[in-house]
């Protein structure tokens, strides 16, 4: 009889895998009390050494495979491991206990390890409690090495479904890059490090499968359904036959969307769609071109400010978007200005400590028109790039019309600056204002009539029209981008464009997912940019779409839905 587990199923382009179960135990490892000699004390430290910079060198390693467009918050999960691994806490503490007490480097770090996780268990900090964790992974890939451990045999990974109570970020990137098929985890839920991982990597996946360890037999045959979140093992032929089928398919279709990168969103009718890439990294240029885009809607710049202690200088933003106006060739890019503060944190912290609610705070273009010497170093770089290519600069959260005026001031200022300074740039570049606060919404005209273009962010609209924290899991159900009020925002902007015979694009979320694009064009957007892997599908949607139809219905639509109860 087949058995089926119930988890929470990962789905990308690929949701099946069928294969092998690799079981793989993730326990805490246990080291048993040991001495050494008096005379092997050094040696027995530098073991210990030894072991702290290999566990670096793992890490680093497995950072380098993370793919591009994963989350960053993986990256600060591998880099507060590298971080655990340069305390003095872990790297130097054991060695003390070693030659101190005469102990083995695994028992002197199993003690470090029992001494912290009670302070960790002490803090009040819900946060710092949930270090415990890292502490645990840091310790164990130590412990591991001095163990003798190796690291499984690739040939063993290949081909199979990795079967496990949880995976940390490395873990699954190492077996990904050593041919593991699908992952099937007890614990975690759709925004855990493993789904997110597994999204990225394009790996089928079932997570948070309760008893999926204890129901599994390594080496048993079973089925990934990641589109049903259901994990099938002991199928009759019957079944392994369908998924093999829908298995094909599902290859044949990513096949065919990678097939599209040259061809033009056109629609049925004739129309044509600008489908542009989001992207956060230089790096990101090949997977936008890869992905089939006409050039760049949304450059997040912010991540040239994380994970360092100095603010980047004017030279560094000029070489970062040297890079991407290089590799988009002819093609726009779209340059947002700073949007740190919320969800967006570095080091460097403006906020004084107290702010109490960081989304409301100053953030994006507040925080640049109270910072202004680190705004005119950013607005220098883009004004200067654009004298290499086809560029666009975009101010984030604008809710006031002065933040704009004042905004375009400055920006005039570095233009007879860098004017006087015989320094290139394109007078002519387009200016935008994105419109991401329901105030901006609601006054859209008055930022059409002052801009060159327009375009909605709706990841932040919803949040503000909806008073919905973005990244509170608590709050996900009520986070809609079909409610009726942000319907109605989005047609005004629409609107409003027309109205003052400006452009109008839209870079959230919204504008890359399938379900929604038809509504979209039907509203009269004509211009979409979105994370590069949603471009094939987003593409092959819309040369299936007559879009003349769509506006028709869409009216019709736009009133049931305006009518519904609120
Ligand atoms: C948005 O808010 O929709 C947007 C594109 O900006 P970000 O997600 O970077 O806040
Ligand atoms: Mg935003």
């Keep these: 009889m087949t058995l089926a587990i119930q988890g929470i199923g990962v789905d990308t382009s690929i949701s099946t895998a069928i294969g092998k179960v690799l079981m793989l135990s993730r326990g805490n490892i246990q080291a048993e009390p040991g001495l050494v000699a008096g005379n092997r004390i ?3 430290i530098q073991r210990f050494f030894n072991a702290v910079k290999e566990a670096a060198g793992q890490l680093r390693e497995i950072r380098k ?3 591009k467009d994963t989350p960053p918050d993986i990256l600060e999960f591998i880099d507060t491991h590298l971080l655990m691994l340069e305390d003095k806490a872990i790297s130097e503490a054991p060695a003390q ?7 083995s480097a695994e028992w002197a770090l199993q003690m470090r390890r029992n001494q912290l996780m009670r302070v960790f268990e002490d803090m009040e900090d819900a946060y710092l409690r949930t270090r415990k964790d890292d502490l645990d992974h840091v310790v164990n890939r130590i412990l591991h090495i001095l163990q003798g451990g190796r690291n499984s045999d690739p040939a063993e990974i290949a081909g199979h479904i990795i079967v496990s109570e949880d995976l940390t970020p490395a873990d699954a990137i190492m077996l990904h890059q050593r041919g593991a098929i699908g992952f099937i985890t007890d614990f975690g839920s759709p925004m855990s490090h493993t789904a997110i991982l597994a999204r990225s990597l394009g790996i089928p996946a079932v997570v948070g499968a309760h008893g999926a360890t204890s129901h599994l037999h390594p080496g048993e045959l079973v089925v990934i359904d990641a589109r049903h979140g259901s994990v099938l093992a002991n199928c009759d032929n019957a079944c392994l036959l369908f998924f093999r089928r829908r298995l094909e398919q599902e290859q044949a279709h990513r096949h065919a969307l990678h097939n599209l990168r040259d061809t033009p969103a056109l629609s049925l009718d004739g129309q044509q769609i600008e489908l542009l890439a ?7 240029t090949e997977p936008a071109i890869e992905g089939g885009c006409s050039g760049v809607g949304l450059y997040r710049t912010e991540f040239l400010y994380m994970n360092r202690e100095e603010l980047p200088t004017e030279e560094e933003h000029f070489q970062a978007y040297s890079q991407v106006v290089k590799g988009m060739g002819e093609q726009p890019v779209t340059i947002r200005t700073l949007d740190l503060g919320a969800d967006k944190q570095c080091e460097y912290q403006p906020e004084p400590a107290s702010c109490t609610n960081p989304a409301l705070g100053l953030r994006a273009i507040r925080l640049c028109l109270k910072e202004t010497d680190i705004f005119r170093i950013q ?3 883009i ?7 086809n560029v666009r600069m975009m101010l984030p959260m604008l809710t006031n019309l002065w933040e704009a005026r004042q905004a375009r001031q400055i920006i005039k200022e570095e233009r007879l600056s860098l004017m006087e300074q015989g320094k290139a740039f394109d007078p002519e570049m387009p200016i935008g204002a994105m419109i ?7 006054t859209a005209e008055s930022f059409a009539r002052l801009f060159d273009f327009l375009s909605i962010g709706t990841n932040d609209l919803i949040q503000y029209t909806l008073a919905v924290d973005r990244a509170d899991d608590a709050v996900n159900h009520l986070y809609n981008a ?3 009020a942000v319907i109605m925002l989005i047609q005004q902007v629409v609107k409003a464009g027309i109205t003052c015979g400006k452009p109008v694009a839209m870079c959230g979320e919204m504008a890359g997912t399938p379900g929604y694009i038809p509504l979209l064009l039907g509203m009269g957007l004509r211009s979409l940019s979105m994370h590069p892997a949603s471009l094939p599908e987003a593409k092959q949607l819309i040369r299936n779409l007559d879009i003349s139809q769509l506006e028709q219905k869409t009216a019709g639509i736009l009133q049931n839905l305006l009518n519904e109860d609120l």
């Design 65 to 67: 495979q993370i793919p």
């Design 383 to 389: 004004l200067r790039v654009s004298a290499r290519g």
């Design 482 to 484: 079909l409610h009726p």
């Design 436 to 442: 991401e606060t329901p105030a901006a919404a609601l």
């Design 379 to 381: 607005i220098r770089a």
């Design 97 to 103: 206990t070693i030659r101190e007490e005469g102990c």
């Design 42 to 44: 050094e040696e027995e």
């Design 278 to 284: 989001n992207i956060e990294l230089p790096e990101d």
